[in-house]
Structure formats: C-alpha cells, structure tokens
C-alpha cells in the first residue's frame, strides 16, 4: 500500500476510534457534566486512548486480511503442488505402461496422448467410431484377442463394423474369442438375429475364425454372481484393456493382472465348456429357429 494512502487510512481510524470512545463518554457523563473545565483532562484521555485503540483496530484488520491472503495463497499453491504432482505421477504410470508392454506402444502412446488431457485411463466424449478406430490400432499388434459386446448380433451389421471386424479376421492370432452378453430387453432381438441367415452371413463374413458365444444378462449373473456385468471391451494379449462405456461416452484403457473381472469372465466360459455347460450359448453359422433362454 502506498504510504500517504496508509498514513491517511491510519489517521482515518484513529479519528474514529477517538470520536467513538468521545461519545461513549458524553452519553456517561451527560452532555451538560461533559462540558466543564474539570472534565477537560479526561477528554484528552479519552481522545487518545480512542486513537489508540483505532489504530489497534486497524492493525487487525490488516492483519486479519493479511492472513486471509496468505491462507488462500497457500491453498493455490497447494492445488498447483497436487495438480503437478498427479501430473508427474501420470507420466510416470504412462511411461510404466509403454515400459512394461512393448508390443502395444502404438495405440497405448495414442490413448496416453489423448487422455493426458482429462483424466489419466479415461478419455470422454468418445464416440463408437473412435472406439472401434483404438481397438482397430490394438490389433496390429496383437497375438491373442478376447472380447465383450453388449448389443445383440445385428449391431455389427448396422453399425458400419465392417472394417473392424476385417482387420480382426485378416491378423494373425493365436486365439480369438468374443461374448455377446445381451440385455434381458434385447433377448428378443438377439434371438431373431440367431434364425436371421442375412446377418449371421454379414458377421462371419467380416468376422472370420472368431469363436463367438452370448448369454443374456439374467444368465451372466446366474452364472458369474461374483463378476460385475462389463461394457463392451476389446482384451489383447490378455493384457491390454480397451472399454467403452456406451451410455457415458467414456473409453477406458488399463494394463490387467490376472484378477481382474474382465478375464475371469472367459475363464468361466472355458471352465462351464469344458464342463459340458452351454450356459454361454455358441453363435452358429447357419440360421436356427432359436428359443428366448430363461438364464
């Protein structure tokens, strides 16, 4: 604060610390025992010790706002601290991604690059486009491929996935799974689709040697009740994960463990086949008068 401003803000509250303390001591006194000769030495006291206590008055509310400033300065910086420090940690979690899986550099750099800009593994306002353009970018490098898609056969057909699932056909891998894990209100769909010639052929077509099976939500939860319903996903070399959160527009992307839900789905189909247990329900070649499952 400049000093003439200060000296002029100081004397200001000096002056009303006086009158104020000047007032009080006339409403005590009375105005007519207030003004006598004998009471002349108090009103000097009165004044002063009222510019004191104005001047007192000021210093804390100075101070009061000094500390105000100071406590929110500290909270930016705090926010700036932890905003740098999730950002480094970012990185350093991006880069042991690249690290620890080589063969998926190219599309892990291009999901880090575009999600860095919100939130580290999640990348909103993503349309299916998008989505199936990243799962298209795992596949170039990819040896194993097990997927989920929610929506029932004739998605692919009507959903211009052609060039996906061409890409999925043409590479080489040493498996290659998905499940249709349908909703129950879309059981009836999925059903027609099943005696549907015309698009059973478009998705063999495109889709080439995938082993495809579906199940309804009722029977998913019947069968894997510890294993939360997923979104659609595309699971590579049992490692990298690519999901898209179609209601929220999200597309998610991690690293997996062995543990993790997504995979522990196609365990429980492999143990339940191997079983004899045609809970998970093989997609045939040829159409078939197929009926709605209870589970």
């Known amino acids: 604060m400049d000093l003439k401003v200060r000296f002029w803000h100081l004397a200001g509250a000096a002056l009303l610390g006086a009158a104020a303390l000047e007032i009080v001591m006339i409403l005590a006194d009375g105005v007519r025992e207030s003004f006598t000769v004998q009471r002349i030495p108090a009103h ?42 999730n950002r480094i940690r970012y990185q350093e979690e991006a880069l042991a991604m690249l690290t620890h899986c080589p063969r998926h550099n190219e599309v892990l750099t ?23 353009s990243f799962l298209g970018l795992a596949i170039r490098h990819s040896d194993g491929y097990l997927g989920v898609q929610r929506k029932p056969l004739r998605w692919f057909r009507d959903g211009n996935t052609a060039s996906y699932l061409d890409g999925l056909r043409e ?14 209100n879309d059981v009836t769909n999925m059903v027609a ?5 015309e698009t059973l052929d478009y998705y063999w077509k495109h889709t080439g040697s995938v082993e495809t099976y579906w199940i309804s939500i009722a029977g998913f939860k019947k069968n894997c009740p510890k294993i939360p319903v997923p979104d659609d996903f595309g699971l590579f070399d049992r490692q990298l994960l690519i999901a ?12 997996l463990d062995e543990n993790r839900s997504e995979l522990r789905i196609f365990n429980v189909q492999d143990e339940l086949s191997s079983r004899g247990v045609a809970s998970f329900q093989s997609v045939p070649r040829t159409a078939v008068a197929a009926n709605r499952p209870d589970a």
Request: glycine content about 4%.
């Open 44 to 85: 000097l006291a009165t004044i002063v010790v009222g510019t004191v206590i104005g001047w007192m008055y000021d210093l804390l509310r100075e101070t009061n706002i000094a500390f105000t400033r100071t406590i929110i300065e500290f909270s930016s910086m705090h926010t700036s601290v932890e905003s740098l420090t």
């Open 110 to 132: 291009n999901l880090i690059r575009t999600s860095m800009s919100e939130n580290f593994r999640n990348i909103p306002y993503i349309g299916e486009a998008d989505y199936l």
């Open 244 to 255: 898209y959160d179609t209601d929220r527009q999200i597309l998610i992307f991690d690293l």
């Open 171 to 184: 590479r080489p891998m040493s498996y290659k799974k998905r499940i249709l894990i349908v909703d129950d």
């Open 193 to 197: 689709d099943l005696g549907n010639q």
